[in-house]
T-cell receptor, first 115, second 115 residues
Framework: AQSVAQPEDQVNVAEGNPLTVKCTYS??????LFWYVQYPNRGLQFLLK??????LVKGSYGFEAEFNKSQTSFHLKKPSALVSDSALYFC?????????????FGQGTTLQVKP | DAMVIQNPRYQVTQFGKPVTLSCSQT?????MYWYQQKSSQAPKLLFH???????NEADTPDNFQSRRPNTSFCFLDIRSPGLGDAAMYLC??????????????FGPGTRLTVT
């Protein structure tokens, strides 16, 4: 079965420190991977994606993610965390459904950045 | 700005009283999705439209229906809401046409309360 796992329910980091939010996946074929962020009572905001090409993907708000095929991982990173980065983060993989695709989400990781 | 709009943002309905949630988009995307999200869990796909083709998820209850009268609008109908249907409902769009980038664009969500 195709799936995405985020092993940490919550990640705590001090402002200014680097952050990592972990994601592993299990899919058949080449994975199309995404990170989304959700602020309270808001919809999901697209951060970045890996479709093909360079394993290091840069996205919005200074975030980046590294695709590692051998470890089937797609961890989200940021060199220097901000308090405003505190939110709920979802990793997702696109799978084919009928004549289009759909996203399978991980369970989400709450990022708490403390001043 | 092109966007996904959901109305209303907050909806209160009574147990068993039909309710309709609305989604519109100015992105001219041919695919529209409806998700249910409960208390910071992963969004759960209910169904999606590829143009006018309706694709229901196998585990979506019959109580949930959808209509897409044109490209821009999509509705979620809950025929007899139960207390367990209280959740955030998210609409999203994507395109398979020119400019196909695979990611989905989400609206701000409608928070449904059932009393």
């Amino acid at each position: 079965a195709q799936s995405v796992a985020q092993p940490e329910d919550q990640v705590n980091v001090a402002e200014g420190n680097p952050l990592t939010v972990k994601c592993t996946y299990s899919v058949s074929g080449n994975p199309y991977l995404f990170w989304y962020v959700q602020y309270p009572n808001r919809g999901l905001q697209f951060l970045l994606k890996y479709i093909t090409g360079d394993n290091l993907v840069k996205g919005s708000y200074g975030f980046e993610a590294e695709f590692n095929k051998s470890q089937t991982s797609f961890h989200l990173k940021k060199p220097s965390a901000l308090v405003s980065d505190s939110a709920l983060y979802f990793c997702a993989v696109r799978v084919f459904s009928g004549n289009t695709g759909k996203l399978i989400f991980g369970q989400g990781t709450t990022l708490q950045v403390k001043p | 700005d092109a966007m996904v709009i959901q109305n209303p943002r907050y909806q209160v309905t009574q147990f068993g009283k039909p309710v309709t949630l609305s989604c519109s988009q100015t992105l001219n995307h041919n695919v529209m999705y409806w998700y249910q999200q409960k208390s910071s869990q992963a969004p759960k796909l209910l169904f999606h439209y590829y143009d006018k083709d309706f694709n229901n998820e196998a585990d979506t209850p019959d109580n949930f229906q959808s209509r897409r009268p044109n490209t821009s609008f999509c509705f979620l109908d809950i025929r007899s809401p139960g207390l367990g249907d209280a959740a955030m409902y998210l609409c999203a769009t994507s395109t398979t046409g020119t400019g196909y980038t695979y990611e989905q664009y989400f609206g701000p969500g409608t928070r449904l309360t059932v009393t």
